[in-house]
């Protein structure tokens, strides 16, 4: 079978939860998911492709299940972007145990472990070939890791950015509970937003809507998928616009 030449996307930016990391253990690393993850990105990387990452930090500390609990909403998201920090730490020796070079920035100073974010700086690191993790989310709270994720996007001048789930695509129902639930191939934003799926938050989904920056949603441990994603070819649910429609 002979494979496609070349990426279609030059450069995207991939939302990871933190979730992803822990595996069935629910909470911290797991080894495998990580190397397991380290190895995805790893493909993009082999294919030319300049890849930044934004990674939440649920598997330590969530803080909206925090605040609602009782502590305050501010400090608990503060906690939660210093877990960020630790998620991005652990995904860039692991990339780095595969020769691919990695660089973290976080928007929350934590000097002497990483960078601090400068855009600039970033978008050296990519055109170096160097994966770009950022931490911190966007540096303040009240805002979700799927915001930093558009935001990052759109200041890298990502052409797509990737959703990377437990399921592969969106659909109409929750499929872990729903045998019959459908999964969408495409969808326009307007959708998204009139239908109520829960792909990102509704700050996220906006702001790819108004810069027309389309979102791929995929399972990453789905073999091959960020390789077809890359590629152009279908997987998982695509959302974006027709031209010429809002």
């Known amino acids: 079978m002979t494979e496609p030449a070349s990426a279609v996307w030059q450069r995207v930016l991939l939302k990871l939860s933190g979730e992803a990391l822990a595996g069935e253990q629910k909470f911290g690393i797991d080894g495998e998911m990580l ?13 030319g492709v300049q890849i930044g990452i934004v990674i939440g930090g649920g598997n330590f500390f969530r803080g909206m299940s925090a605040a609602a609990q009782g502590m305050d909403r501010v400090g608990s998201d503060y906690i939660g972007m210093l877990a960020t920090v630790m998620n991005a730490l ?22 002497g472990v990483t960078e601090p974010y400068v855009r600039g700086r970033a978008l050296k690191h990519l055109e170096l070939g160097r994966v770009m993790v950022f931490a911190g989310g966007t540096g303040n709270p009240m805002f979700t890791t799927d915001t930093a994720a ?26 872990e509970k729903n045998t ?12 998204v937003l009139s239908r109520g799926l829960r792909v990102m938050d509704m700050t996220a ?13 995929l399972n990453l441990h789905e073999p091959d998928s960020l390789v077809k994603m890359a590629r152009g070819e279908p997987v998982g649910t695509l959302i974006m616009d027709r031209p010429g429609e809002d």
């Open 35 to 47: 190397a397991s993850t380290a190895r995805e990105v790893g493909t993009l990387v082999d294919l």
């Open 90 to 111: 652990a995904l860039q020796q692991a990339l780095g145990g595969l020769g691919v070079s990695a660089r973290v920035q976080s928007a929350i100073e934590v000097s």
């Open 150 to 175: 558009s935001l990052r996007a759109l200041e890298i001048d990502a052409e797509i950015m990737v959703k990377a789930t437990r399921v592969d695509g969106v659909y109409d129902d929750d499929p």
């Open 180 to 191: 019959h639930a459908m999964r969408y191939e495409r969808l326009q934003f307007t959708e």
């Open 205 to 217: 989904i906006t702001l790819c809507q108004e810069h027309q920056l389309p979102i791929q949603v």
